[in-house]
Structures are given as structure tokens and as C-alpha cells.
């Protein structure tokens, strides 16, 4: 159990194109899903958390205009990284879980934007 | 400011010995702990956690001791096997919101 899968695993655009990247929980209801990014040989920075039916809490020095995050149903949460710029090609990663404040997060495998 | 540390970035360890990863944290309102464990390109893999009212928990192989007066974790393997060679990420946080994660530990382990 516990599965979150992201779709697409690797993706490669034009700069100044527009890229959506889907995060799923297979399995269970995912009241919260959190969107990390990582640099290579970094630790993961979370970006944003969201909430099914609210606005996500993005952290401190992203950009919500930038990075668009829409957690729609309980299954399912979008990043859109808008008018992409080379300085964004990154691994992001998303993860979920349900309501209980212990419960862990589940982590999707992630996806590879480049921006050419 | 890196809240959650993790100052090995690599260990090797030969096969059926004790893996010892070491974590350390600034922030004394963290009151959950995880272990990941990550492959290249994938997302990480939840191992093992622990809350705050606990100095231990073990999952078979895995153990995970917590010392809030050191602010300090660490994840034993015993008996390693070539399959944990990975990067381990340690994760702390209030509740399993807004978890912050160490660096990374690269284990390596020696057949």
C-alpha cells in the first residue's frame, strides 16, 4: 500500500514553455501532498504544501506564480512550471498523506525537467 | 540554515557488519523523525520513523535511536546487505508536516 506515482517521469522543453507534472496516491486519499525539489548532491527542499481543496502554502523565495499547484481531488495534485527557464531543470518530487499528523509521507519517484 | 544535518555524505561498510548512519538537528520543536532511503532518479522510500515520546524503534534490520538532549538520530542496519547500498536521507519535523531533510549519507555496502 502507500503507492504515489508521478507522471511524466522525465520530461525535456523549450525555455519559456510550460511544463504540468502529476502526482497521484494509487491507494489511499492524500488529504495533504507536498511538491520537493532536489539539486544534484542536495537535500530535497520542500516548495509548497497543499491541501485537497485549498490553496497551497508555498515556502519562502518560491514563486506561486511560477510554479502553479492545484490539488484538485483527494488522489491527485498538479505542478505547472510556468514559462520554464534553464535555471529549473531539477528532480521534483512529490509526496502524500492522509490526515493523521503522524502519518508519513509517501514519496512519488519523481520527475527530470530539462529546460533546453 | 541547514536544520537537519547529516556530516558523513559517504560510508562503506562490509557485508553482514553494522551500518551506523548519524543525523543531527537544531530545531528542538521537531518532534518526528524518518529515515528515507533514495536510489538515483527515484523518489525516496520511507524506512522507518520515530516520534519524540520514544528513544528507539526497531523494524527488523532497521533501528532507530533518538537522543533529544544531543538532538541526534541515527539508523542501525544489522546485518547489512549489498541491497542497502543507497543514499539514506534523514527527515525531522513537527508531526509529518514540513518535514526538513539532511543531505544525504551515501552507504556502500561490500559484498
Known sequence: GAVVSQHPSRVICKSGTSVKIECRSLDFQATTMFWYRQFPKQSLMLMATSNEGSKATYEQGVEKDKFLINHASLTLSTLTVTSAHPEDSSFYICSAKTGKSTDTQYFGPGTRLTVL | ?111
Not at chain 2, 538537528?25 to 529515515?35: A, G, H, I, R, V
Not at chain 2, 524506512?47 to 528507539?56: A, V, W, Y
Not at chain 2, 523494524?59 to 532507530?64: E, K, L, N, P
Not at chain 2, 533518538?66 to 546485518?79: D, E, F, R
Open chain 2, 1 to 111: 540554515d541547514q536544520q537537519v544535518k547529516q556530516n558523513s555524505p559517504s560510508l562503506s561498510v562490509q557485508e553482514g557488519r553494522i551500518s551506523i548512519l548519524n543525523c543531527d538537528y537544531t530545531n528542538s520543536m521537531f518532534d518526528y523523525f524518518l529515515w528515507y532511503k533514495k536510489y538515483p532518479a527515484e523518489g525516496p522510500t520511507f524506512l522507518i520513523s520515530i516520534s519524540s515520546i520514544k528513544d528507539k524503534n526497531e523494524d527488523g534490520r532497521f533501528t532507530v535511536f533518538l537522543n533529544k538532549s544531543a538532538k541526534h538520530l541515527s539508523l542501525h542496519i544489522v546485518p547489512s546487505q549489498p541491497g542497502d547500498s543507497a543514499v539514506y536521507f534523514c527527515a525531522a519535523g513537527t508531526g509529518a508536516n514540513n518535514l526538513f531533510f539532511g543531505t544525504g549519507t551515501r552507504l556502500t555496502v561490500i559484498p
